[in-house]
């Protein structure tokens, strides 16, 4: 790949995700790490810019829309690596997913729609073969997290002679950061146990979920648990809010 103008461009800056993630890059990056902000109002750009501090001073902003096909393709010409937090990506994500294939730029997002993952595969992902462009999805906390709470899991229950997972589920302790959580929830109602076994009996049958806790999850689906003859692994996991625009939000 030839030397382009930017290491890393963040698509989507302004938006809470992007915001924190900007933060991360800031504090991460390392010096003469070349990073852009990109997004579609200049002024919003400057002001997450602006609270960088000494690290983001002299990072380029670009202005460019979701929907702006030929931008985005200019944009993904002038970076080694492209990460987008906008959503949702079904409608905001196929043009700078294609644009970073058409250009062999690496591609990296949060998402956790898996429809729009099928796509990209289906449309993209012979090109990107073509260009050298590694298209890498579901970079976000309903990802990664629940990705390596099931493999700690089931590594916990190889090493314990307990058999190998069933199935799995995401388990909410604990919530912070949500945007559509409310304060009169209780928290016992976004608690759960692993399902009853015959090897676990009813010490871990779940507690009762309201309905209106179930609405607002929306990962919920089978539980953890192991086969039934190895006892049960329910455990601690995380859980995800979507917010509109700016991709997956930490709940």
Same mark, same amino acid.
């Given at each position: 790949?030839?030397?382009?103008?930017?290491?890393?461009?963040?698509?989507?800056?302004?938006?809470?995700?992007?915001? /924190?993630?900007?933060?991360?890059?800031?504090?991460?990056?390392?010096?003469g790490? $070349?990073?852009?902000?990109?997004?579609? &109002?200049?002024?919003? /750009?400057?002001?997450?810019? &602006?609270?960088l501090?000494?690290?983001?001073?002299?990072?380029?902003?670009?202005?460019v829309?979701?929907?702006?096909?030929?931008?985005? $393709?200019?944009?993904a010409?002038?970076?080694?690596?492209?990460?987008?937090?906008v959503?949702?990506?079904?409608?905001?994500?196929?043009?700078?997913?294609?644009?970073?294939?058409?250009?062999?730029?690496?591609?990296?997002?949060?998402?956790?729609?898996?429809?729009?993952?099928?796509?990209?595969?289906?449309?993209?992902?012979?090109r990107?073969?073509e260009?050298?462009?590694?298209i890498?999805? &579901?970079?976000?906390?309903d990802?990664? %997290?629940?990705?390596? #709470?099931?493999? /700690?899991?089931?590594?916990?229950?190889?090493?314990?002679?307990?058999?190998? /997972?069933?199935?799995?589920?995401?388990?909410?302790?604990?919530?912070?950061?949500?945007s559509?959580?409310?304060?009169s929830?209780?928290?016992a109602?976004?608690?759960? $146990?692993?399902?009853?076994? %015959?090897?676990?009996?009813?010490?871990?049958?779940?507690?009762t979920?309201?309905?209106?806790?179930?609405r607002?999850?929306?990962?919920?689906?089978?539980?953890h648990?192991?086969?039934?003859?190895? #006892?049960?692994?329910?455990? %601690?996991?995380?859980?995800?809010?979507p917010?509109?625009g700016?991709?997956w939000?930490? &709940?």
């Open positions: 790949m030839a030397e382009r103008p930017f290491d890393v461009v963040l698509f989507g800056a302004t938006g809470f995700v992007g915001a /924190l993630t900007a933060e991360h890059l800031a504090a991460a990056g390392g010096p790490t $070349r990073v852009a902000l990109a997004g579609r &109002s200049p002024e919003r /750009l400057a002001e997450v810019r &602006s609270r501090g000494e690290p983001g001073r002299d990072w380029a902003l670009v202005e829309d979701a929907t702006d096909a030929v931008g985005l $393709r200019r944009l010409a002038r970076t080694t690596v492209l990460a987008t937090t959503g949702p990506y079904a409608r905001d994500g196929r043009h700078v997913v294609t644009a970073c294939a058409e250009e062999g730029t690496h591609y990296a997002d949060l998402t956790g729609e898996l429809l729009f993952v099928r796509w990209a595969l289906e449309t993209v992902d012979a990107a073969r260009t050298g462009a590694r890498v999805h &579901s970079c976000g906390f990802s990664i %997290p629940s990705d390596l #709470g099931v493999l /700690l899991t089931a590594d916990r229950a190889s090493a314990d002679g307990e058999g190998t /997972l069933a199935d799995t589920t995401l388990v909410v302790r604990s919530m912070r950061g949500a559509r959580v409310e304060p929830t209780p928290p109602s976004r608690r759960s $146990r692993c399902r009853p076994t %015959p090897a676990c009996g009813a010490s871990c049958a779940p507690r979920r309201s309905a209106r806790a179930r607002m999850n929306p990962l919920h689906g089978p539980r648990a192991r086969d039934a003859s190895a #006892g049960c692994a329910g455990g %601690p996991g995380p859980s995800a809010t917010r509109r700016t991709g939000a930490a &709940s």
